[in-house]
């Protein structure tokens, strides 16, 4: 009598999946970072646009954190929106993924540093992070959801620097 059996094979590693599951496991990461990637075009291209759309409410909103001086103002506000609309422009091309997430996260830092000075310093202002802002009535409820905001936005840039191989991409940056 032959000693083979139908049993599974036990040769392969006691942790491995079977192959069409292990496929599934290794393909996942590439279509996360296609979700983060597009999420992440689609909030800079909304805060860009909104933006872009009232110069002046930006303008009003820079100026109301009183962090630049005066003559950085202007430049900063009218700026702002055409690096936040070629971050989405890269992202959503998958052109530079790393680089893309890498200059929007050094954003989101500066965005959040903005954001907590204004709450330490107690100053009455709306972010303008999509259109308008300036002096309005905030709180500390206001502050913390904005810049808890910021921080989530943030981690999908960290995966992307970490993972920035995606699906539907040009993906340059391997």
């Not at 100053?123 to 009535?137: E, K, M, T, V, Y």
């Amino acid at each position: 009598m032959s000693s083979t059996s139908p049993r599974a094979d036990t040769s392969a590693a006691p942790h491995s999946l079977p192959g069409d599951v292990e496929h599934r496991v290794r393909r996942w990461p590439g279509w996360a970072s296609s979700l983060a990637r597009l999420v992440a075009a689609g909030v800079w291209a909304w805060a860009g646009v909104a933006k872009m759309s009232d110069p002046d409410a930006a303008v009003r909103a820079v100026g109301a954190y009183r962090a630049l001086p005066g003559f950085l103002i202007h430049p900063v506000a009218w700026g702002l929106p055409f690096a936040e609309l070629a971050i989405a422009a890269l992202l959503v091309l998958g052109v530079a993924n790393r680089a893309a997430a890498s200059v929007g996260a050094g954003l989101l830092v500066v965005f959040i540093a903005g954001i907590t000075q204004a709450w330490a310093r107690n100053l009455q202002i709306s972010c303008g992070c999509f259109g308008g802002g300036g002096p309005a009535r905030a709180d500390s409820a206001v502050f913390a959801a904005e810049v808890g905001r910021d921080l989530a936005f943030l981690a999908l840039h960290a995966w992307l620097i970490w993972r920035p191989a995606s699906r539907l991409a040009l993906n340059l940056d391997r």
